[in-house]
């Protein structure tokens, strides 16, 4: 069965202070990684798709790396308005199931 | 494009009670997803549907739920006999193709009391 871990469950930043969440996982046969952004209340927001270990995509302040085993997220430099949830998931051998993380809350303090 | 919506954005209803929820995908997507999220977890996968045919369930949808696309086009989810446990935010979500990004709606937040 698919298992994704993220680390750490919450993360408070100062603003400007960059960092990294992580994302772990274990999957058969990955046919994609995916981060999601999700505000209180809201639906999560796509944010980029991996599809192959080296690969990297940047927006704005975010870039999103791969590895066989783990994913990262860094934000460089975030803002208040970067405060969410972050959500990573893995799509599998299963027919378009995503099986997600539990998040990191991230908040970034003025 | 109008993105996903859901309808509607929030139900409370009495334990026992029968509730059904409506998804219009992004209108050239042909696969449309159901997911629960509870307070402080990712979203579950639930089902999903490739224009009208249902071509996955979760062992999390009980014999209480189903889901139809009757014209490939927008979905229902109904619960019957709602359950205090049912209590969650309902995800919906479309896709253009099987391997990429799904996109997903605002959610029906349901509350059984």
């Known amino acids: 069965e698919d298992q994704v871990t993220q680390s750490p469950e919450a993360l408070r930043l100062q603003e400007g202070e960059s960092s990294s969440l992580n994302c772990s996982y274990t999957v058969s046969g990955l046919r994609g990684l995916f981060w999601y952004r999700q505000d209180p209340g809201k639906g999560p927001e796509f944010l980029f798709t991996?599809?192959?270990a080296g690969e990297e995509k940047e927006k704005e302040r975010l870039k999103a790396t791969l590895t066989k085993k783990e994913s990262f997220l860094h934000i460089t430099a975030p803002k208040p308005e970067d405060s969410a949830t972050y959500l990573c998931a893995v799509l599998g051998t299963s027919y378009g199931k995503l099986t997600f993380g539990q998040g990191t809350i991230l908040t970034v303090h003025p | 494009d109008t993105g996903v919506s859901q309808d509607p954005r929030h139900k409370i209803t009495k334990r026992g009670q029968n509730v059904t929820f409506r998804c219009d995908p992004i209108?050239?997507?042909?696969?449309l997803y159901w997911y629960r999220q509870t307070l402080g977890q990712g979203p579950e996968f639930l089902t999903y549907?490739?224009?009208?045919?249902?071509?996955?369930k979760s062992r999390l949808l009980s014999d209480r739920f189903s889901a139809e696309r009757p014209k490939g086009s927008f979905s229902t989810l109904e619960i019957q006999r709602t359950e205090q446990g049912d209590s969650a935010m309902y995800l919906c979500a479309s896709s253009l193709s099987l391997s990429g990004e799904q996109y997903f709606g605002p959610g029906t937040r349901l509350t059984v009391t």
């Open positions: 549907f490739q224009n009208e045919a249902q071509l996955e």
């Open positions: 991996l599809y192959s």
């Open positions: 209108s050239e997507h042909n696969r």
